[in-house]
Structures are given as structure tokens and as C-alpha cells.
């Protein structure tokens, strides 16, 4: 599936200056998911989201990266990688991430012609509300929090990557923090403020 998304997309070149970028904040979180090798891209589009795969595949999308700084993207990346980094979440994470990346391969190939990108991912985020539990969010938010501290970065652009998605103008369609922005953008500052 990887591939065939990869091939209906445009991959920033190596020589990019997004590619350029992410290699420097992919280096700051490492190369592997508990084991699996990462592999990192950026595919050039206004769209403001992030999203991962089971397989270890981490897309960002050139609109999120336009919108947030270098410190922002790295706390948004960290949350897509604790998607898959909780053994006992894997499977159910795989499974939303592949919907959501299967959904926009079907619009790419032409399967479903008549679905709009926003309406797309207007379906994806519903579908993502309904399946993809707060737990499973806050704890995707926690691998990042606590990645970012081990890593000796500061985990408060959790926070400010939520208010950056909320900035996104009108005509792109925000997905990267998913799921009540506030609510989460608050237990990240709970935290922050107890030290935990």
C-alpha cells in the first residue's frame, strides 16, 4: 500500500529543502519503531497532516511542514510514531493509518472519483473519531511527550503543533491533531507543569 501512495503522490527529492529538513528532525527521533526501520518522506501538498504505518513508513505533508516549525513537525512525528510503537495499540493503529493512507490511494487511483479531497477527509476523520479512541490518542501523545524529554527536547511544542493545525487557513484541510486539539493540548501542559 506504501508504494501505491508513494506513487499517486509527489515525493519531495532528496535535494528539497523539505526533504532536507525532515532528514535533520528525523535524526533527532531515530531510525527505528521499537526494532522496525523508519522510513521518512514528504509528500508536497498544501494539506496540513501526518500519519504513519504499521510498516514503519512516516509521511508528512509539505502544508503541515509550511505551517509549524522544525520543533512542532518532531512533536507531530513523535505522535504518529506512538501510534505503532505500543505493542498491545499496534493493531489497531496499523489498521486506522492503513485505512486513512488506503482511502486517499483509492481517490489517487481514480477508484472513487466522485469523493472530493475534503470530503475525503471529511470520511477519514470520521471514520478516525470513531475508531481511533482518546486513550489511544493521549497515549500516542505520551510516547511523544516522553521521546522528546529522553531525547532532551523540550515536549512543549505538543502543544503549540495543536494551536498551529487550528492556525491553517481556510481551503486546507487540517488533519495532523486529529481529536479535540484543547483537551489533549492540556493534559500535554498538566504535564508539563507537574513534571511527569
Request: charged content about 25%.
Amino acid at each position: 500500500m506504501r508504494a501505491a501512495l508513494d506513487s499517486k503522490n509527489q515525493i519531495a527529492p532528496a535535494s528539497s529543502a523539505y526533504t532536507q529538513r525532515l532528514n535533520t528532525i528525523a535524526s533527532q527521533l531515530g531510525d527505528n519503531i521499537n526494532g522496525l526501520p523508519v522510513n521518512y518522506k514528504v509528500y508536497m501538498t498544501k494539506d496540513v497532516n501526518a500519519w504513519a504505518m504499521a510498516n514503519g513508513c512516516v509521511r508528512i505533508y509539505s502544508g503541515l511542514m509550511d505551517l509549524m516549525t522544525d520543533e512542532e513537525v518532531r512533536s507531530v512525528v513523535g505522535h504518529e510514531m506512538g501510534r505503532h510503537a505500543r505493542p498491545h495499540e499496534e493493531g489497531d493503529a496499523g489498521r486506522l493509518c492503513d485505512f486513512r493512507g488506503a482511502l486517499g490511494g483509492l481517490v489517487g487511483f481514480g477508484m472513487i472519483a466522485s469523493i472530493s479531497g475534503s470530503q475525503l477527509g471529511d470520511l477519514s476523520e470520521k471514520f478516525v473519531n470513531a475508531q481511533f479512541s482518546q486513550s489511544q490518542e493521549r497515549a500516542a501523545d505520551d510516547y511523544s511527550f516522553d521521546m522528546q524529554k529522553k531525547k532532551g527536547y523540550s515536549p512543549a511544542e505538543l502543544v503549540t503543533a495543536s494551536r498551529s493545525s487550528r492556525r491553517s487557513t481556510a481551503g486546507i484541510r487540517a488533519c495532523s491533531i486529529r481529536t479535540r486539539p484543547r483537551r489533549r493540548a492540556k493534559h500535554i501542559q498538566d504535564r508539563i507543569a507537574s513534571g511527569k
